[in-house]
């Protein structure tokens, strides 16, 4: 059952899902990949992962549609990180991508009965 | 975006380095920690590729569009597979008919028959007797059923001509044993078997068709069987055959007191088939069965002076009898046959590869990695090799029209043998294999060119032809399979030829025979008797006759039976030193007739009655091993001890083959027609032989006539001429014969295809090299020399294998050889000869052409 959950997860996430949690998570703060990774895992209760071969492609590939901007940033003490943070083309993404997921959700709900958590 | 590498390394580093110091803080060793890593990095990676359906569809349609630009090159390929894997096929079809599938009968696997060993040597494995079927049916527990069934022949008339039609008396619990029930009315009762209620018969379904128009109707009637009218009570369905297809009804088989007497426990006269029951397996029935036969001596002494028990055999290998070597051996040619098509196969798509490596190179460069060009040339050998083994189906579908035509009646299950599903699954799983066999090698040569070596070379190659392992490698095997294929060919061929130069030991030359079963019924022995003379003196009147006699058994009939007999003035000590040959019954004038020398002595003649004294002729076998330091003439045989009536050996005549040209002769012993062994006899079935003034059939006919006046109600049966009688006892080995002469010429064909193929490549691949050679002065007959020396190396080296090979397999051959031993020098040396000297014209042809090369155009194309 388990497996199953994850092979239609997996299946929504390629979807496009993928794109809003990235965007949902940088809204209100710059985060590095390894830590978007962390937070996924963490925030999901370890039903989503993001695996390194489909995180950093996901990654570049927001930021080559202008969505994110990766900026290199040294903080006292630590080596380098990539930070990513969202820009305004990317905010305006996030909320249309809000919307349609919420009515996707409601939608998806008024036809099987599963009560909206 | 981050530049490439070195931002993307440092970013990922960042992140592997985060990971693993997360990792190692949870607890995980070092060791646990990488490993999660490398699994996160390869999650995606793993994923199978290569069976995800879009790529292998991908390949199809690029491996189709591949074969339509080079059709030439398509059609050669498909041909050669077609036919190697229809020629699979069709054998295979005969092997899965005839061995494979279950015998036609409800559980077939749980039926056996039960034959008899009196412990004594030649009589170890005998049918039953009543008495003895008797004591198996009602105290033995192994079985569910037992049924005892004995074939022979009716005379069938009213209803049109008289017939004589082959029949079986069978135990009514036959019918249920084999889980089969009649089409139109019933199978036999139990009742029936009762003596004064057997009067009922069963039809099979060829003679209600033939014979009664197939009206069910008939069902309840009466029909008169060897004058003795009987009432049909049942049909049986088309699918039904027992024992074979032969036989046409059944009676039931009536054991009165007199069978199960003691009297009649040493006629062993019945075939008793039993089903195991369900749970138990073969060895625990014998068991069971030899606690019932370990009681028999002590209970029947008189019977079994030496002991009995019994043995049980799968019924299936019982039909199937000693056909199964034959065929294995066939299917075994014939499968190295599809081996050399498949080597042939492999050169041409190396020598494909090669002018493909453009394409392949250009590939790689753009990313196709070493696996999945692979991938993508064996999709192409496998595609060719399934539409190969498709077209082979339906050369299959033809052949076995052509293989069940052509073969003897002497292969049992023939009517079964068909394309079924198993041959098609064998089939598909033949190509499927084949296109792997074949594809692997250039798959794999082919994967590994490099971009600049294929750029760097032009448009020549030397990765394949002569020069490369592989191709040398199948060639080379290719000579080695065709000659164990050409060797047994061969050594069947040579058999064959030693067969047809024996002398059955009589003329046989227009020699008509036919059965003639005047029912007891009808005939006392005396009414019997008369009729032959009658008819005999009324033939010979005929313009068309020039003898006529008649035997009980005659030689190539497939009919005969031994007997015990005591030599006057010799003690036997042990009753298993009793002499026991076969005896035949004869009308006067036979030897004379058939054409069999009087050695010594004389033959029989018209005074040799009951009221003169009798008299027996032996043949030479019998005399020389019975009597070695004397003559046979004057001594005397009797069949009985405790009566002795003697017979008074009177002649000693030349030997016959009885059973088979290849069968050694057997020691016989004649007695006069007239002079019955026992008291009371009864009248026998007898083979009447009519030399022809010059037509048989016109002699047949001349018998016929005077048979019908003297009476129309008797049909004559079996009717042939001798020779046919010998051509039918040599047509399962024609047959075997000819069909690995056919795949012998295919695989010499095809490996001298392989040979020339190899050969011509290398020539045209050499061009320039053998262009330069010549500018710089070599001979035109070294070039030649060079050219042939190559293939010969190959074929020489090939021979050698395949005469190691074939003096290997020799030993599976040799029960299918007569007169020619498996290593017989002849065949071994003439057969590579053959070989070498059609390897020699194959290379030939492309050495004509490279000695023809013009240097200065070589040059100038440079």
Redesign the interface.
Known sequence: MQYMKNRMLDRELKKGSAELLILSLLEDQPRHGYDLSKLIEARSGGVLTFRVASLYPLLYRLEKRGWILGRWIEKAGQRRRRYYRLTPVGANVLASQRDTWREFVLAISRVTGVEHA | ??EWPD??A???R???D??YR?LRAAGASHDDALRAMAD??????SRPSGLRPELIAADVRYAFRTLRRNPGFAIVVLLTLALGIGANAAIFSVVNGVLLRPLPYHDADRLVVIWGDLHRPGVNEIPTSAGEFVDYRDRTHAFEQLAAYDTLGFNLTGNGEPERVEGAAVTASLFSLLGASAQVGRTLLREEEEPGRGSVVMLSHTLWRRRFNANPAIVGRSVLLDGRPVQVVGVMPASFQFPDHTIELWTPMVFDAEAVSDNNRGSHGYTVIARIKAGLTREQAHADLAGVTSTFKAEHPDNYRSGFSARLRPLQDEVVGDTGRPLLVLLGAVALVLLIACSNVANLLLARAASRRKEIALRTALGASRGRLIRQLLTESVLVSLIGGVIGLVIAAWGVQLLIAAAPDSIPRLQEVGVDRRVALFTMFVSFACGLLFGLAPARRASRLSLNDALKEGGRSSAVGTRGPVGRVLVVSEVALSLVVLVAAGLLIRSFARLQDVQPGFDSSNLATFRLSLPPSRYSFEQGDRFFDELFARVRSSPDVSGVAATSALPFSGTGGGRTFHIEGRRVERPQDQPEEQIRFVTDGYFTMMGIPIISGREFSRRDTLAGVRVAVVNDALARKHWPHESAIGKRVSFSERDPQWYEIVGVVGDVKHRGLDVADRAELYIPHRQPLFSGPTVRPMYLAVRASSDPFAAVAAVRRELRRLDPNQPVSDVRTMDERIGRSLSSRRFSTVLLAVFASLALALAALGIYGIVAYSVTERTHEIGVRIALGAQRRDVMAMVVGQGMTMTIVGTAIGVAASAALARLMSSLLFGVSAVDPATFVAIPLLLIAVALAACYVPARRAMRVDPLQTLRSE
């Open positions: 975006m981050p931002d993307v440092e970013e990922l960042q992140h592997l985060d990971q997360d996160d990095v390869n999650a995606v990676r």
